[in-house]
């Protein structure tokens, strides 16, 4: 070995143990400073002598060259998961099929982590390959994305070949400050840190998965008795001596009495941990006994999964607050103080319209609970009313707009703002028209549009068009750099090939949804088609019904909306259908129903787009109709239902196998 080598190595094992001390043991023996310098140091001898270059250098959890797509891996041992329950019943019922094969079951009692699973490799101590968990049998080699998180070590302190699999999470902490930097660059934020944490160890630029922080907590060797261990508690300090991070709130019980405890325990504790937990998983400690217990056909018998129910928080009702919508619906919201619910920060919840709200009696100052309905969509559950303060006043359904005060008319239950010069309904229509399902304008977040609206730039939507314009003028209001304008600019002038569903659905049309866009493009293919059908003509379509038909009929006899069509027409707007015809040569597919559930490594509607681009439709809740399940990582309810009514559940390379 040569002086260079031996100095890499050296420079590696100080930086190694700097790091582990760091964030291992928190308590580190070397500042910063010096840190650096080895960094430094290592770094410049690296970029000089690069065939000396280890695989196991810290200097590799910067992140590397950016990939083309993920490579598939083949776990050795399927990856499995637990199977869920949700109550103490489902518990005695675990630690009663345990006991007809063991005696006295000792069980460890795990903090269920909120993330992603994932398989680490190392040979010879260090770490050649992880993979994602994928459908359980195939992954995605996710090595350079790894290779960044601090809490994975790069080589152990033993230099063997093992397995060592573990949950990828994000903290609460990182979480939060990734959300800061996407409002900053005005993307869309995580809806938590679960998602983060998959969308981030799926980047296919390791640089920006390296941004992102994660933490690695491991849990499970597959088959320890190679390396002579007699029970999970036993895997765990192991793998401490290996170099690992686990749960230190793992503990044991000796039956449910002591699990029930524990799980009261932890569900105390769960706000004020730095990372989210959604349950807690029970194992049969000894291996021997786990050995005995075996596996169904599916899941291990010698653990168990169990969620804990979705949170209800109690909070203040500070204000309800109306919004108009595009439509001219006014909505109330209670808007109350913040409160973290299932891993969420979440500040409001929509009461939907006035009914409601006198229904569940909601008074400004009550204290409330909220939830998240289907895991996502914040929801006030029901008001204290035995913490009622005196004097709180009854809720009254204001009768002018907030934003423009015209008198609000009422149609059913809701009431509407029927100014079409309202600001509000203009700013909405405006938001509307470049989102994700509509014309798709990237970079174009609510609050930009706001501003636009607010400065003037904006006022209908054909002025999307005449932006160019004020192109250098842009350029020097605040906050917006060159850049982001040329991106926005470029993206405004991309859309202009959109087909026409996408254009007709941006119109705003009372009741024309995404579907009935998309119907009504392919049914006419060009706008002047569109324009010239009459209530029969389209009354006599498939899933067209009366209210569509006067609306769409309406709407383009209205003189304003056909100079807004020529105005865009001029600015060389497609009008034409130019979408892919559904493709209905997939009988698997076509005409069957989806449901999709869980993680998976792209965002929902990239499946939803897919299947309905075959002819299949994709609903929200699992029926009895349902056909097919798409199951990603860490999927809720909808699995046990599907599970429970014996509908066909298929994984993501099952999926891609049907496309
Ligand atoms: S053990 C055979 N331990 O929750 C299962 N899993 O169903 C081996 N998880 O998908 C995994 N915390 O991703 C294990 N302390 C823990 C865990 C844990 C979270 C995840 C894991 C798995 C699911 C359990």
Known sequence: MNKIEERINELIEYINKASYEYYMLDSPTITDQEYDDYYNELLNLEEKYPELKR?????????????????????????????????????????????????????????????????????????????????????????????????VPLKLKKNIDIEVRGEIYMSKLSFEKANIERRKNNENEFANPRNAAAGSVRQ???????????????YYVPSPENYGLKSQFETMEFLNELGFVTNKYNTH?????????????LSKIRNDLPYNIDGVVLKVDDLKDEEKLGYTARVPRWGI?????????????????????????????????????????????????????????????????????????????????????????????IENCPMCNSPLIKKDANHYCVNENCPSRQIEALIHFVSRDAMYIEGFGERIVEDFYNMNYLHNIDDFYTLEKYKDELKT????????????????????????????????????????????????????????????LLKNINDIGDIIAKSVTNYFSDEKNINLIN??????????????????????????????TGTLSNPRDY?????????????????????????????????????????????????????
């Open 305 to 397: 999964a169990y969620k804990f129910p979705a949170e209800e928080v109690l909070t203040t009702l500070n204000e309800i607050k109306f919004t108009v919508g595009r439509t001219g619906k006014i909505t109330p919201n209670a808007i109350f103080s913040p409160v973290h619910v299932d891993g969420s920060l979440i500040t409001k919840a929509t009461l939907h319209n006035e009914d409601y709200v006198k229904e569940k009696d909601v008074r400004v100052g009550d204290v409330i609970s909220v939830r998240k309905a289907g895991d996502v969509i914040p929801e006030v559950v029901e008001v204290k009313k035995e913490r009622r303060k005196d004097g709180l006043e009854t809720f009254k359904m």
């Open 607 to 659: 499946y939803k787009d897919i299947l309905e681009s075959k002819g299949a439709q994709v609903t929200s809740s699992v029926t009895k109709k349902t056909d097919y399940v798409l199951l990603g990582e860490n999927p809720g309810s909808k699995y046990d239902k599907a599970k429970e009514l014996g509908i066909t559940i298929i994984s993501e390379d099952e999926f891609n196998e049907l496309i």
């Open 204 to 218: 296919l630029d390791s640089k920006i998965t390296a941004k992102r922080n994660l933490d690695f907590m491991a």
């Open 55 to 151: 695989d196991d250098s810290p200097t590799n959890r910067v992140g590397g060259e950016a990939l083309d797509k993920f490579e598939k891996v083949t776990h050795n041992t399927p990856m499995l998961s637990f199977d869920d329950v949700f109550n103490e019943e489902e518990i005695i019922l675990f630690d009663e099929r345990v006991k007809k094969v063991i005696s006295n079951p000792y069980y460890t009692v795990e903090p269920k982590m909120d993330g992603l699973s994932g398989s680490l490799t190392y040979k010879n101590g260090v770490l050649v390959r992880a993979a994602t968990r994928g459908d359980g049998l195939t992954g995605e080699d996710i090595t350079l994305n790894v290779k960044t998180i601090k809490t």
């Open 567 to 596: 105005r865009l027409k001029e600015y060389n707007v497609n009008m034409k259908y130019t979408g892919e015809k559904v493709d209905t040569s997939n009988e698997k597919i076509n005409n069957k129903t989806f449901v999709i």
């Open 253 to 265: 019980a000796k039956n449910v009495k002591e699990i029930i405890e524990n799980i009261e325990k």
């Open 477 to 536: 209001l605040e906050g917006f750099g060159e850049k982001s304008i040329d991106n926005l600019l470029k993206g405004i002038n991309d859309s202009k090939n959109n087909s026409l569903e996408r254009l007709l659905f941006g119109l705003g049309i009372r009741y024309v949804g995404k579907k009935t866009a998309k119907i009504l493009a392919t049914e006419f293919g060009n706008i002047d088609k569109l324009i010239n059908a009459d209530y029969d």
